[in-house]
């Protein structure tokens, strides 16, 4: 007798991707539920409110571009659109998708385990009250950067003044933004200096009665270039669609932004300075993205780089000791992800903002009064946490996910990851990643590349639907390929040879420091490559049963 299941799919995840993921297969026919822990839509954008937050994409490149209501409709008021707009943007995708019914809220999956005999995925929710789920297929889009990490620091639940980790920060009740909260005669400390901890420290620095920096691995920042989205550029940008979007489609990343294709020792000096100054100004990933195409794999040619942006900070920063201070002296430009910034490096000029390095006089404790170092007792009113996620892996590592033989999914990821197009691990039928390891998507502009990788996917259910397959899982041989392949292409670029979350090093988390190839770096036409050669072949490295 066979038991009737709850729903064909599930879909984990209420960001950009996984109301796309929902949305799709609901318009294919598929009983779908859409799961999500927090109280409402909107992923990262929903739990990343803190002050500054805002997307390091050109708003016309960031978002749903499969819907022409949407993007006629929509307008953007800023080439750099903060956090409010974001989600306000998000909402409004979902009123078009009319998705938000499919979705329950409040319910955080801990528990997914899969029953060889019947082909089907059980999913318990941390919540008691709620039932367990049964459903065939299982999309997880759990996002790259959602698994809130704090440091490993003694004491710090001791602390009796403000403390806030900028992915939990607090919640405006009426609006869409951050709570209103005031700083303005508060001795505040910024802990982190990623790209979060950038767009914090800009604005605790224009408000805070002091502010200290606590800094141990500073990166290299560049300017962002925000400002108004005239009425004039978005009427363009809305009858230019297609162009936008095809140019993204040719990038490795996603962005509208490409690599030079010349060396940079080929270029006079006098022609390749004045290129790299063009680019510095942004905007955004110019610099990054868009240099010359040595810049990122080639040793001299990427000190080159660094030694201008280096330049750049020395220039901007008048104390020259706060300067070598913020020049990175563990990895080269690119090498990690590249922080944006809007007068970052001026705020150290200001009287109201002191740098602790954390390489001389490391943290040994917080206390209830403060931060305590080596030398000293840093006496604060407010702790905020930019210390970032357990990044790309670390969502799906905090769900007890049992595959075939009751496998746990996070003791094989121990072993090294093994995956097929970052979509599916061995071992684990019918249960689908988005946006995590190894997918086209990660080392991407998300939404664009996801929606991408969603599309695809989606083709491949619904031919796997009109076969009656019942369970798609893939090749040992064939995920061992592609994994070695994602390594292959890592190991050619410098920052697959640097620790950071893109090679999955983690200081704050024990045993995370090894480095592993975690994301696809061979460029956004490569990977579409690759999933068009799979699809042509009849999905050549699925087992379909």
């Not at 086209?440 to 996917?457: E, M």
């Amino acid at each position: 007798m066979t038991t009737e299941l709850d729903f064909d799919a599930v879909v984990i995840g209420a960001g950009l991707t996984g109301l796309y993921q929902a949305y799709r297969l609901r318009e294919m026919g598929y009983r779908v539920l859409g799961v999500e822990a927090a109280e409402d839509i909107g992923g990262v954008w929903h739990h990343n409110r803190y002050p500054g937050c805002r997307i390091d994409s050109e708003s016309e490149v960031y978002g749903y571009f499969w819907n022409e209501q949407l993007m006629q409709e929509w307008n953007w008021s800023e080439r750099f659109a903060a956090q409010p707009e974001v989600l306000r943007y998000i909402h409004r995708a979902a009123e078009i998708m009319d998705i938000r019914k499919d979705f329950i809220f409040n319910a955080k999956v801990h528990k997914a385990t899969f029953d060889d005999a019947s082909n089907a995925w059980t999913l318990e929710f941390q919540q008691g009250h709620r039932a367990p789920v049964t459903t065939r297929f299982v999309f997880s889009a759990l996002g790259p950067l959602s698994a809130t990490q704090m440091p490993r620091i003694p004491g710090i639940n001791t602390f009796k003044g403000e403390s806030y980790h900028t992915a939990a920060w607090p919640r405006d009740p009426i609006g869409l933004g951050p709570a209103k909260l005031d700083f303005s005669n508060k001795r505040v400390a910024v802990i982190g200096t990623g790209s979060t901890g950038v767009q914090l420290i800009q604005e605790m620095a224009k408000v805070a009665k002091h502010l200290t920096v606590f800094l141990l691995e500073p990166n290299w920042c560049t300017p962002l270039g925000n400002g108004p989205m005239t009425q004039e550029r978005m009427d363009y940008i809305k009858s230019h669609y297609n162009e936008f979007t095809a140019k993204c489609d040719a990038s490795i990343a996603g962005f509208p932004h490409e690599f030079d294709p010349r060396n940079l020792f080929d270029v006079p000096k006098e022609e390749r300075d004045a290129k790299l100054e063009e680019l510095y100004k942004g905007p955004g990933f110019s610099l990054w993205l868009g240099t010359f195409q040595d810049g990122l794999s080639d040793p001299e040619a990427n000190q080159y780089l660094s030694d201008f942006v280096a330049n750049k900070i020395r220039q901007r920063v008048k104390d020259q000791h706060i300067a070598e201070l913020l020049i990175p002296k563990d990895h080269g430009f690119g090498t990690r992800r590249v922080p944006l910034e809007t007068n970052y490096y001026e705020v150290y000029n200001q009287d109201n903002v002191t740098v602790v390095d954390l390489n001389t006089t490391p943290i040994t404790r917080i206390t209830p009064d403060g931060i305590q170092t080596t030398d000293s007792l840093h006496e604060l009113d407010a702790i905020l946490y930019a210390t970032g996620f357990d990044a790309v892996k670390g969502a799906w590592n905090r769900i007890d996910i049992r595959g075939t033989g009751g496998v746990a999914l996070k003791d094989e990821w121990a072993k090294g990851i093994k995956t097929y197009m970052g979509m599916q691990c061995p071992g684990f039928p019918n249960f689908f990643m988005l946006v995590g390891p190894h997918s086209g998507a990660t080392f991407c502009n998300i939404p664009r590349c996801s929606a991408l990788a969603v599309d695809w996917l989606s083709d491949m259910i619904a031919e796997a639907k009109n076969g009656g397959v019942q369970r798609i899982e893939p090749e040992i041989a064939a995920a061992e390929s592609y994994s070695e392949y994602c390594a292959k292409l890592m190991g050619k670029m410098l920052l697959g040879q640097t620790n950071s979350w893109f090679t999955g090093i983690n200081k704050n988390i024990e045993g995370r420091d090894k480095r592993e190839a975690l994301l696809f770096v061979g460029g956004n036409p490569k990977f579409r490559e690759y999933c068009d050669d799979v699809r042509e072949n009849g999905y050549k490295g699925y087992i379909m049963t």
